[in-house]
C-alpha cells in the first residue's frame, strides 16, 4: 500500500482530464492549464496531484511550474491518500474516454476516504452531450464525490458544470469560478431517503409505547442522527435485517447489508475500522473498563460476630497477661517489702549476722558464683509462674466466693482487687468498642472485599462475557482469555440491564452510567466500574460505507452537537425515556443489612448502644 501523508492545510480540487489527446489542439492545453493556474489562485492550491497515461499524456505541457507537483500515472495502483483535515490540494487526472474506467479506478484508490472533497472533471467532446455528463454525475454521487465540477474545452473556449442530487441528478450551470469554491452539497434534501436499521441497542437505538399506546423512537444516536435528518428536510427509512432483528442488534447482519447497499447510515456505533468503512467524524472516544460485581453484603449473623475480629481477640489476651505480669511483679515487691520489714526486725534482735553466715557458708561450699545466678533466675521465674497461677486462680474463686474469706491476706487480697478493677475497666472498653462497632456495622453495612486489581478479578470466581464481535478487541492476556465466556448480544444487553452482579462485563462510562442509573438510590450497590485498567480505548462512531456521500455534513452536524451540548442533552433525554418505557428502574434493597439509614438500624442500634 503505497500512502501519502499531506501535512499541510488544503482544500481539495480533483480534475479529472478525459480528452482525445491524440487530436487535441495545443491551445486547449493552454487554456486548461491556464485555468488550473486560475484554480490554484482562486482556492489558494499548494500541491497539485496528476493522474495520467503515461503512454498517451505529456505530462509536462499541463504542470503549472509554480505549484509544487505529484505525479501518478496508471501503472501504479493500490495506494491511498491520507490527510489531517487538509483543504488545498488540486488533483488532476488525465485520461482518455478509452482509460476512463481504469483511472476512474485509481481515483477511488486514491480518495477512499476522501469522497467529499472537491473535484473538477474535464471532459472531451465525446463526452459533451447532457446524458454523458448526467451519467457521469451519477456515478460521481454514488460513489460520494458531493462536490463536483465538469469543464469541457473546446476551442478555446471552458465551459463549467455542476450537478445537485436532489430530488434528482440534474445539472446546474457555473458561471464564476469563484462559486465553485463556496458551493458546497445541498443543506435541502427535499425528502430524500436515509436508509438505516433500528435494532435493539441501548442507550444508542430503543423504541417503547408511550401513555398514549404509541410506539416510539428513543436513544442517544437515534436523536443525533433524527436532528441531522430534519435540519437537512431527509426521511428516514428503516432496514429490516433477518431475524432476530429488531429485537436484538447483529452487526454481521448490518455488515452484509451495508457491502450490499442497502444502508447509508447506521446508527448503531461500531469501532473505526478504515479498511471497510467510513466512521463519522467527530468520532466518540469510548474507553472501556472492567464492570464488576459490587462487594456484597455479609450475612446478619456476622454482623454479631464481626465485631470479635483475630485482631480483637488478641488484644484481649494480650492485656491480660500484661495485666497478669503487673500484678505478679506487684506482688513479688509486696512480698519483698514485706520480708525487708522482718529483715529489718531481725536487725534489731541481732539474728540477721548469724542466718547471712550460715547461707554465704552453704553457698560457698556447694556452688559457684554463675550457679549461684542461675539459681537465682530459676527461682525467680518459678516464683513468677506459681505467684501467677495463685493470683489467676484466686481470681476465679473470688468471682465464686465471698472475699472475706481472704481478708486476712493482705497482699493477695489487694492484688485480687487492683485486677479485678482492671479487669472491669477491660470490659468497659470492650463493651464500648463492640457497641460503636455494631452500631456503625448497622449503619453502613459490614462488605466483602472490593476488586480492586487484575489480580483481584483473575481470583474472582466470576466469568468475564463478552460477544464474538469484542473478542478482537479484548487484550491478549492469557490468563484474563481463560475467565472468557462469548455470549451472544441479546443475552449480553440482558446482563447490563438487569445489572447481573455474577459475571464481569465490558463497558464504556456511557453505557455504565445509562443501566447503572437503576441503582442509585441503593445503600447496597450492585455493580461498579472498574476504572484502574482500560482495556481498550478505542474511536466509535455512525459507520458508512466508504463511498458514502453524508460524510462531512454528517461531521459538521456533529461538531454542533458537542458544541452546543445537543448531544448531552440527547443522552439525559435517553436516559429518562428508558425509566418511561420500563426498560429502567429504580431497584429495592434485597434485605434489609443492605438499606439507607431506614430507622430498622436505629431501632437495633439504640439497644445495642444502651447496653
Excluded at 509554480?66 to 493500490?78: A, D, E, M, S, W
Excluded at 541481732?350 to 550457679?371: A, C, D, F, P
Excluded at 428508558?578 to 429495592?588: K, N, S, V
Amino acid at each position: 500500500m503505497w500512502t501519502m501523508d499531506v501535512e499541510f492545510k488544503v482544500i481539495w480540487l480533483i480534475c479529472l482530464l478525459s480528452l482525445p489527446f491524440e487530436g487535441s489542439a495545443h491551445g486547449n492545453i493552454t487554456v486548461i492549464r491556464e485555468k488550473v493556474k486560475e484554480l490554484n489562485e482562486h482556492g489558494n492550491i499548494e500541491t497539485n496531484i496528476f493522474i495520467y497515461n503515461k503512454s498517451e499524456v505529456q505530462i509536462q505541457e499541463y504542470i503549472n511550474n509554480g505549484t509544487p507537483t505529484i505525479l501518478v500515472n496508471r501503472q501504479k495502483t493500490n495506494f491511498t491518500l491520507i490527510y489531517n483535515y487538509n483543504k488545498s490540494l488540486l488533483a488532476i487526472v488525465l485520461l482518455s474516454e478509452q482509460n476512463k474506467t481504469e483511472l476512474l479506478l485509481i481515483l477511488n484508490e486514491l480518495l477512499m476516504r476522501l469522497r467529499h472533497l472537491k473535484v473538477l472533471l474535464i471532459l472531451p467532446a465525446t463526452l459533451s452531450d447532457e446524458q454523458s455528463q448526467l451519467e457521469l454525475f451519477r456515478w460521481c454521487w454514488q460513489s460520494g464525490y458531493t462536490q463536483v465540477m465538469s469543464l469541457m474545452a473546446h476551442e478555446n473556449v471552458l465551459t463549467l458544470t455542476s450537478y445537485s442530487p436532489f430530488p434528482a441528478v440534474h445539472l446546474v450551470a457555473v458561471e464564476r469560478t469563484a462559486d465553485y469554491f463556496r458551493s458546497n452539497l445541498p443543506h435541502d434534501f427535499q425528502g430524500q431517503i436515509l436508509r438505516t436499521p433500528l435494532a435493539y441497542d441501548p442507550p444508542s437505538v430503543f423504541r417503547y409505547t408511550d401513555r398514549y399506546g404509541r410506539q416510539q423512537m428513543s436513544g442517544m444516536m437515534y436523536k443525533l442522527f433524527l436532528h441531522f435528518v430534519q435540519i437537512h428536510n431527509a426521511t428516514i427509512e428503516e432496514v429490516i435485517l433477518p431475524p432476530p432483528y429488531p429485537g436484538t442488534l447483529v452487526y454481521e447482519n448490518i455488515f452484509e447489508a451495508m457491502r450490499a447497499g442497502k444502508i447509508d447510515i447506521s446508527v448503531h456505533v461500531y469501532f473505526t475500522d478504515v479498511a471497510k468503512w467510513h466512521v463519522s467524524e467527530t468520532p466518540f472516544l469510548f474507553p472501556h473498563y472492567f464492570r464488576v460485581p459490587y462487594a456484597r453484603p455479609l450475612a446478619s449473623r456476622d454482623y454479631i460476630v464481626r465485631p470479635f475480629r483475630p485482631e480483637v481477640w488478641r488484644l484481649l489476651f494480650s492485656y491480660l497477661l500484661l495485666a497478669a505480669m503487673l500484678f505478679t511483679f506487684a506482688t513479688v515487691i509486696a512480698v519483698k517489702i514485706k520480708r525487708l520489714r522482718r529483715i529489718a526486725q531481725c536487725q534489731r534482735r541481732g539474728e540477721i549476722r548469724i542466718k547471712q553466715k550460715k547461707s554465704l557458708s552453704s553457698l560457698n561450699g556447694q556452688t559457684s558464683k554463675v550457679r549461684l545466678c542461675f539459681l537465682q533466675l530459676r527461682r525467680t521465674l518459678l516464683r513468677y509462674l506459681f505467684t501467677l497461677i495463685d493470683i489467676t486462680m484466686e481470681l476465679f474463686a473470688l468471682l465464686q466466693q465471698s472475699s472475706n474469706c481472704y481478708g486476712y491476706q493482705y497482699h493477695n487480697h489487694f492484688c485480687l482487687t487492683l485486677m479485678y478493677a482492671c479487669h472491669n475497666m477491660l470490659a468497659f472498653i470492650l463493651i464500648n468498642y463492640y457497641n460503636k462497632l455494631i452500631v456503625s456495622f448497622l449503619t453502613t453495612g459490614v462488605f466483602e472485599a472490593q476488586l480492586n486489581s487484575v489480580e483481584d478479578i483473575l481470583a474472582s470466581p466470576y466469568a468475564i462475557q463478552l460477544t464474538r464481535t469484542d473478542t478482537p478487541y479484548f487484550i491478549d492476556d492469557p490468563r484474563l482469555l481463560r475467565k472468557v465466556k462469548i455470549v451472544d448480544r441479546n443475552e449480553l444487553w440482558q446482563q447490563h440491564i438487569s445489572l447481573n452482579n455474577s459475571v464481569i462485563l465490558l463497558s464504556s462510562m456511557l453505557y455504565y452510567n445509562f443501566f447503572a442509573a437503576q441503582q442509585d438510590y441503593l445503600r447496597a450497590k450492585r455493580v461498579r466500574i472498574f476504572l484502574q485498567e482500560v482495556i481498550w480505548d478505542v474511536s466509535c462512531g455512525m459507520f458508512m460505507p466508504l463511498e458514502s456521500p453524508y460524510v462531512e455534513l454528517l461531521k459538521e452536524t456533529l461538531l454542533w452537537s458537542f458544541n452546543t451540548g445537543l448531544i448531552s442533552k440527547a443522552y439525559h433525554e435517553s436516559k429518562s425515556e428508558g425509566f418511561t418505557a420500563g426498560m429502567l428502574q429504580f431497584m429495592r434493597e434485597e434485605n434489609v443489612w443492605g438499606s439507607s439509614l431506614k430507622m430498622d438500624f436505629f431501632c437495633w442500634a439504640w439497644p445495642a448502644r444502651a447496653g
